[in-house]
């Protein structure tokens, strides 16, 4: 989260529990590590190098060629000038109280080895016959022929299976909604191996280093506020685990590229995982890609890790991001399960989800689609209103003018339950029962004429008169769709076969204050004589409707 860098800052950051973060303690000694094998480096690689062989997960053979990427020279350059980096010594990502802690010795060699992999990678140490070639472009990390030894293992429980294959066509994709359109479209990608998702550690194996560095330069980017040093300390600390998603190189050789990925250290005795850092790189974010990590990230939590919460400081940048992701803001968890395991920072807004226990997050889809079709099956049985029937021919014209409908001829009326005697019904009770149609007609015509000149001659009928210009207003009809004004409305009351209810004229007054009141912005002068005069309008209405009802 870019909250941690704030908190990076000992004169910035205030802490509420006096109990240091095993996370963070961790890192502490981790980040000393680093530091202290890049020094190492400077003066004696191979007794790196061969410290690291000496260790279960000893480094890979493979030459490491300078790199381009200016955060892989951030560290390389700082491992080659550290006597004279001031920042270096300083250790500036420490935090104040951290350094108290001793080094966790895991996290001391993990760190060494990692840096002993990462500046050695020639010596062979671990012994596999490797043509390894590493070039890393920003996240891109190249392998040349020859590599492929630690094979890639997506997340476990969660590798895409035979039923994947079956993911559905784009047929009803567009009835689907957005969100399982995203899902079955990276579904395709993950099942045709283009894409997939993987969960790495500092375990030392070639294939993984490489991604977690790419990783890690996707993080310095997405997230500018937070060090470097920060960042790595935490990637590579082997209590932390890192969910990426990465495209596999084509065939077998070529380019591993880590599209993004999340950071996160489980904490197995209390059953929640903290989410570290969580980036997309650049260009490919917004396509969908982060929401299907944190769904893979949580069924990886869930099926491996045993975890049946996270929480994360998010900061504000990112709080909607992770309101989408189910995250909320209140924590439901009891402090004492996480209180003292994870620091309390200013700034960053603690933030919780709770990972179902049987949800199917990596395919939502599936389940989405299960539930529809039960809630439209279920719907078919009550209603008929999947019947639909076509109206177009009621739409012709005769002469010019526009065919008169009977009502009784619009096809499906009556299947959906009209019945003749229905005709006029309007919630507007004007007229006593008394009096022929044509009366009553006569009788709601005066009525509507009334009203409109009541609209008319108000002093904030102005911006209504006319139908908008669209020389004046070139946007107007592409925002508003079905406009309406006080001219249209008068010649339909002029046909006096227009309104054959009450209803129907104010709908069509109550349409054009609305289409005022989304084109303009409250503060305009149009808005607030479309709430003025509406407010008149409708006090006209009632009044109506009250002398209506006492002359009945
Ligand atoms: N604020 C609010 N909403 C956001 C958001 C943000 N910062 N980033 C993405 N969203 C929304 C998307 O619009 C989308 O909404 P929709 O489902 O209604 O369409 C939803 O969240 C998921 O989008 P998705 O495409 O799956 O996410 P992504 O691939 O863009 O990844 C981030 C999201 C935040 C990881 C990515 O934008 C990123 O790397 N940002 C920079 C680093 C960062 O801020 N990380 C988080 C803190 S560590």
Same mark, same amino acid.
């Given at each position: 989260?870019?909250?941690?860098? !704030?908190?990076?800052?000992?004169?910035?950051?205030? +802490?509420?529990?006096?109990?240091?973060?095993?996370?963070?303690?961790?890192?502490?000694?981790?980040?000393?590590?680093?530091?202290?094998?890049?020094?190492?480096?400077?003066?004696?690689?191979?007794?790196?190098?061969?410290?690291?062989?000496? @260790?279960?997960?000893?480094?890979?053979?493979?030459?490491?060629?300078?790199?381009?990427?200016? $955060?892989?020279?951030?560290?390389?350059?700082?491992?080659?000038?550290?006597?004279?980096?001031?920042?270096?010594?300083? $250790?500036?990502?420490?935090?104040?109280?951290?350094?108290?802690?001793?080094?966790?010795?895991?996290?001391?060699?993990?760190?060494?080895?990692?840096?002993?992999?990462?500046?050695?990678?020639?010596?062979?140490?671990?012994?596999?016959?490797? =043509?390894?070639?590493?070039?890393? @472009?920003?996240?891109?990390?190249?392998?040349?022929?020859?590599?492929?030894?630690?094979?890639?293992?997506?997340?476990?429980?969660?590798?895409?299976?035979?039923?994947?294959?079956?993911?559905?066509? %784009?047929?009803?994709?567009?009835?689907?909604?957005? &969100?399982?359109? +995203?899902?079955?479209?990276?579904?395709? @990608?993950?099942?045709?191996?283009?894409?997939?998702?993987?969960?790495?550690?500092?375990?030392?194996?070639?294939?993984?280093?490489?991604?977690?560095?790419?990783?890690? =330069?996707?993080?310095?980017?997405?997230?500018? *506020?937070?060090?470097?040093? &920060?960042?790595?300390?935490?990637?590579?600390?082997?209590?932390?685990? !890192?969910?990426?998603?990465?495209?596999?190189?084509?065939?077998?050789?070529?380019?591993?590229?880590?599209?993004?990925?999340?950071?996160?250290?489980?904490?197995?005795?209390?059953?929640?995982? @903290?989410?570290?850092?969580?980036?997309?790189?650049? %260009?490919?974010?917004?396509?969908?890609?982060?929401?299907?990590?944190?769904?893979?990230?949580?069924?990886?939590?869930?099926?491996?890790?045993?975890?049946?919460?996270?929480?994360?400081?998010?900061? =504000? *940048?990112?709080?909607?991001?992770?309101?989408?992701?189910?995250?909320?803001?209140?924590?439901?968890?009891?402090?004492?399960?996480?209180?003292?395991?994870?620091?309390?920072?200013?700034?960053?807004?603690?933030?919780?989800?709770?990972?179902?226990?049987?949800?199917?997050?990596? *395919?939502?889809?599936?389940?989405?689609?299960?539930?529809?079709?039960?809630?439209?099956?279920?719907?078919?049985?009550?209603?008929?209103?999947? *019947?639909?029937?076509?109206?177009?021919?009621?739409?012709?014209?005769?002469?010019?003018?526009?065919?008169?409908?009977?009502?009784?001829?619009?096809?499906?009326?009556?299947?959906?339950?009209?019945?003749?005697?229905?005709?006029?019904?309007?919630?507007?009770?004007?007229?006593?029962?008394?009096? %022929?149609?044509?009366?009553?007609?006569?009788?709601?015509?005066?009525?509507?004429?009334?009203?409109?000149?009541?609209?008319?001659?108000?002093?904030?009928?102005?911006?209504?008169?006319?139908?908008?210009?669209?020389? $004046?207003?070139? %946007?107007?009809?592409?925002?508003?769709? $079905?406009?309406?004004?006080?001219?249209?409305?008068?010649?339909?009351?002029?046909?006096?076969?227009?309104?054959?209810?009450?209803?129907?004229?104010?709908?069509?007054?109550?349409?054009?204050?609305?289409?005022?009141?989304?084109?303009?912005?409250?503060?305009?002068? &149009?808005?607030?004589?479309?709430?003025?005069?509406?407010?008149?309008?409708?006090?006209?209405?009632?009044?109506?409707?009250?002398?209506?009802?006492?002359?009945?």
């Amino acid at each position: 989260m870019d909250s941690h860098s !704030s908190h990076l800052n000992a004169a910035n950051r205030s +802490r509420n529990s006096q109990t240091p973060s095993p996370s963070h303690s961790a890192s502490a000694s981790a980040s000393a590590s680093v530091s202290s094998s890049l020094h190492k480096r400077k003066l004696a690689a191979t007794t790196a190098a061969n410290a690291a062989a000496s @260790e279960d997960h000893a480094p890979p053979s493979a030459s490491f060629p300078p790199s381009s990427n200016d $955060d892989l020279e951030s560290i390389s350059a700082r491992g080659a000038d550290s006597d004279s980096d001031p920042e270096e010594s300083e $250790d500036a990502v420490v935090d104040d109280d951290e350094e108290d802690f001793a080094p966790e010795p895991d996290q001391d060699s993990s760190i060494r080895t990692f840096t002993a992999a990462r500046l050695d990678l020639s010596s062979g140490a671990n012994g596999s016959s490797r =043509n390894t070639k590493i070039k890393t @472009e920003i996240s891109t990390v190249k392998l040349e022929a020859g590599t492929g030894t630690a094979g890639v293992s997506s997340v476990s429980g969660i590798v895409p299976k035979d039923e994947s294959a079956k993911i559905s066509t %784009d047929d009803d994709v567009q009835n689907c909604g957005a &969100y399982i359109a +995203r899902e079955e479209a990276l579904r395709r @990608e993950e099942a045709a191996n283009r894409l997939k998702f993987v969960c790495y550690s500092n375990d030392c194996v070639d294939e993984h280093m490489m991604c977690l560095i790419g990783l890690k =330069n996707i993080f310095a980017r997405q997230l500018p *506020n937070m060090p470097k040093e &920060y960042i790595v300390r935490l990637l590579m600390d082997r209590k932390h685990k !890192s969910v990426m998603v990465v495209r596999p190189p084509a065939g077998g050789n070529g380019i591993t590229h880590v599209v993004g990925g999340i950071t996160y250290r489980p904490y197995h005795s209390q059953r929640f995982g @903290e989410i570290a850092f969580c980036a997309i790189t650049a %260009d490919e974010q917004v396509k969908g890609y982060g929401t299907r990590l944190m769904n893979h990230l949580k069924e990886h939590a869930r099926n491996v890790d045993g975890l049946t919460h996270f929480l994360t400081y998010a900061d =504000n *940048n990112a709080v909607g991001y992770f309101v989408k992701q189910g995250f909320t803001k209140e924590i439901y968890l009891e402090k004492d399960v996480w209180h003292g395991f994870i620091k309390d920072y200013d700034g960053g807004l603690l933030m919780e989800c709770k990972i179902d226990p049987k949800l199917p997050y990596t *395919n939502l889809s599936k389940m989405i689609r299960q539930q529809r079709k039960a809630i439209d099956e279920r719907i078919r049985e009550l209603s008929n209103c999947q *019947n639909v029937y076509q109206v177009a021919e009621f739409q012709k014209k005769e002469g010019g003018s526009p065919k008169k409908i009977r009502v009784e001829d619009i096809p499906g009326l009556r299947d959906a339950g009209w019945t003749p005697d229905q005709w006029g019904h309007t919630r507007y009770k004007l007229f006593s029962g008394s009096g %022929d149609s044509i009366t009553k007609q006569k009788q709601l015509n005066a009525l509507i004429r009334v009203l409109l000149k009541t609209m008319q001659d108000h002093s904030d009928a102005w911006p209504f008169k006319e139908p908008v210009d669209p020389l $004046d207003v070139p %946007d107007y009809y592409e925002i508003i769709k $079905d406009p309406i004004d006080l001219k249209t409305i008068g010649k339909r009351v002029e046909s006096e076969q227009y309104y054959v209810t009450l209803d129907m004229f104010v709908a069509d007054a109550r349409r054009m204050f609305n289409n005022c009141r989304t084109y303009n912005s409250p503060d305009t002068i &149009y808005y607030k004589c479309a709430t003025r005069l509406e407010t008149h309008f409708h006090s006209k209405v009632q009044a109506a409707l009250q002398s209506g009802a006492k002359s009945q």
